[in-house]
């Protein structure tokens, strides 16, 4: 059974910094592409950032040079580093496998002005 477990979020003021982690069981994390999601109070869930099983990484053009994603394979784990952030940046951040369709519980990130 695919599992998919959030942490990291809280809140923060604008300018500062957090690091989100996602951890993985249930299939072979090392196989698969990771992404992380985020939505927003009354807004569609949008892409964030991806990384291929090879480490090649894509981000959503309002998070670039701020987020980066990593995945570190021996922990299952995919990581969004999060800098200068924006109160637009406020939302419940996803964790997501593409090609399985799983999707984490979700941790709020909000970002005060």
């Known amino acids: 059974q695919v599992q998919l477990v959030e942490s990291g979020g809280g809140l923060v003021q604008a300018g500062a910094s957090l690091r989100l982690s996602c951890v993985a069981s249930g299939f072979t994390f090392s196989a698969y592409a990771m992404s992380w999601y985020r939505q927003a109070p009354g807004k569609e869930r949008e892409l964030v950032a991806s990384i291929s099983a090879w480490g090649s990484t894509n981000y959503a053009d309002s998070v670039k040079g701020r987020f980066t994603i990593s995945r ?42």
């Open 72 to 113: 570190a394979n021996i922990m299952s784990a995919v990581y969004l580093q999060m800098n200068s952030l924006k109160p637009e940046d406020t939302a419940v951040y996803y964790c997501y496998v593409p090609s399985i369709g799983s999707w984490g519980q979700g941790t709020q990130v909000t970002v005060s002005s």
